[in-house]
């Protein structure tokens, strides 16, 4: 049987080490080839069958794995490595809610955050939620972004993976439905060639409470993501997506790769490739690039 397919185990490295008895475990639940080590104890490839009837899962591999926190991704073996990545950024390239934590400040954080839950879960319209929470800014000053600012985080590998994928000539992009005063930050940190988000109205310091339209939401996300694989002339195949919020679903279910990260169970649900555990230099192994080959980006 042909090995078309490769399956990786991710350990969160910090938590656990993944071993050679769980290679041999996942090379014999899909009676695969002989693993590749692409980090001693964090990463590991095995070459795979296609999916077929009787193969297990990767739901059932992950309920052996999950509890060790070591995730499994599954990926055809030809083309891993891909020319486009786009990334959302609020609990994917950060660790933050940059809204919820703008809100914080202002001291309405447990009010916007809820709202903000209930839109990544999908329970309601993105782009109405957005303009409810903005609405709830109104008259405070603009200074509050900046202490906003000041605690966002950024993920594990975050940096890594924009500035291998970007060594390697892919082209990288942030699309956020947040605002264009954090990814402009963030790109800049981990080297985005571009940045798209939302635009916060301000005059004379103040925030007004209101939005530019139109509100980048997921439709505009898939839109981006359609646009720079056609400007690069790539194929959907030759792409890859990341997020967490049911307003990533889109572009996560149009690229070659989409990969729910540390997502909301809606995500969680409806994309085959998940990282729960590991950070972001999963998205690396997943092309099959080994640690040895990461560019730091620092």
């Given at each position: 049987m042909s090995l078309s397919y490769t399956i990786t185990l991710v350990a969160r490295r910090d938590a656990t080490t993944l071993t050679d008895a769980d290679a041999r475990?996942?090379?014999?639940?899909?009676?695969?080839?002989?693993?590749?080590?692409?980090?001693?104890?964090?990463?590991?490839?095995?070459?795979?069958?296609?999916?077929?009837?009787?193969?297990?899962?990767?739901?059932t591999m992950r309920a052996v794995f999950g509890p060790r926190q070591?995730?499994?991704?599954?990926?055809?073996?030809?083309?891993?490595?891909?020319?486009?990545?786009?990334?959302?950024?609020?609990?994917?390239?950060?660790?933050?809610?940059?809204?919820?934590?703008?809100?914080?400040?202002?001291?309405?954080?447990e009010r916007v955050a809820e709202i903000t839950r209930r839109s990544m879960n999908g329970e309601i319209d993105f782009a109405a939620?957005?303009?409810?929470?903005?609405?709830?800014?109104?008259?405070?000053?603009?200074?509050?972004?900046?202490?906003?600012?000041?605690?966002?985080?950024?993920?594990?590998?975050?940096?890594?993976?924009?500035a291998t994928m970007r060594a390697h000539n892919a082209r990288t992009a942030l699309v956020s439905g947040?605002?264009?005063?954090?990814?402009?930050?963030?790109?800049?940190?981990?080297?985005?060639?571009?940045?798209?988000?939302?635009?916060?109205?301000?005059?004379?310091?103040?925030?007004?409470?209101?939005?530019?339209?139109?509100?980048?939401?997921?439709?505009?996300?898939?839109?981006?993501?359609?646009?720079?694989?056609?400007?690069?002339?790539?194929?959907?195949?030759?792409?890859m997506a990341v997020g967490d919020g049911a307003n990533d679903l889109a572009m996560l279910k149009e690229a070659g790769v989409g990969i729910a990260f540390h997502a909301k169970p809606i995500v969680r649900a409806a994309i085959g490739n998940r990282v729960d555990h590991a950070g972001l230099r999963a998205l690396l192994f997943a092309q099959g690039y080994p640690a040895a080959s990461f560019v730091s980006g620092e």
């Open positions: 475990a996942a090379r014999d639940m899909v009676k695969g080839g002989v693993p590749v080590i692409l980090s001693p104890g964090e990463a590991v490839d095995i070459p795979s069958p296609a999916p077929h009837a009787g193969m297990p899962t990767l739901d070591i995730d499994v991704l599954l990926t055809r073996s030809r083309g891993r490595r891909k020319g486009l990545l786009v990334a959302d950024m609020d609990s994917t390239i950060v660790a933050n809610e940059t809204l919820d934590d703008l809100a914080a400040h202002a001291g309405i954080g939620a957005l303009r409810e929470r903005v609405a709830l800014l109104a008259g405070l000053p603009a200074t509050l972004l900046e202490k906003a600012w000041k605690d966002v985080k950024l993920n594990e590998g975050a940096r890594e993976l924009v947040g605002f264009t005063f954090f990814t402009g930050r963030v790109a800049a940190q981990c080297g985005f060639a571009e940045h798209h988000a939302n635009v916060l109205d301000i005059q004379k310091g103040i925030l007004t409470g209101t939005v530019d339209e139109p509100i980048l939401g997921p439709d505009a996300k898939l839109a981006h993501l359609r646009r720079l694989a056609e400007e690069g002339r790539l194929k959907p195949a030759a792409t």
